[in-house]
Nanobody, 130 residues
Framework: QVQLVESGGGLVQAGGSLRLSCAASGRTFSYYHMAWFRQAPGKEREFVAAISWSGGSTYYADSVQGRFTISRDNAKNTVYLQMNSLKPEDTAVYYC???????????????????????WGQGTQVTVSS
């Protein structure tokens, strides 16, 4: 079992920045590939970014490429999402998720799919005002 707790959400103006954190507890953090998803009101939960268990590879949705950066610190059992140049359309609840590193690390549909992830946090709200 892995428990995930997100923090760092809030209200920010368009063009601003936020850094989200996701603290993990339970099983060894480095055994898991990690990802961030988001869900806006009335929309499905969508993939934002993912990072391999070692931190050596990352993958982004086209909508955030170049603006968001995912990173992890395995010594601190934490994954981060640095969000820059925020837009009103980035407004959503942001969730972190984990899947075992025994599953393939592939930059494609498997990594983007919600169904690939076993563990989820409770989410943190990000609101970007125009």
């Amino acid at each position: 079992q892995v428990q995930l707790v997100e923090s760092g959400g809030g209200l920010v103006q368009a063009g601003g920045s936020l850094r989200l954190s996701c603290a993990a507890s339970g099983r060894t953090f480095s055994y898991y590939h990690m990802a961030w998803f988001r869900q806006a009101p009335g929309k499905e939960r969508e993939f934002v970014a993912a990072i391999s268990w070692s931190g050596g590879s990352t993958y982004y949705a086209d909508s955030v490429q170049g603006r968001f950066t995912i990173s992890r610190d395995n010594a601190k059992n934490t994954v981060y999402l640095q969000m820059n140049s925020l837009k009103p359309e980035d407004t959503a609840v942001y969730y972190c998720a984990a899947r075992p590193s025994s599953t393939p690390w592939i930059k494609g549909s498997m990594t983007r799919a919600r169904e690939s992830y076993e563990y989820w946090g409770q989410g943190t709200q990000v609101t970007v005002s125009s």
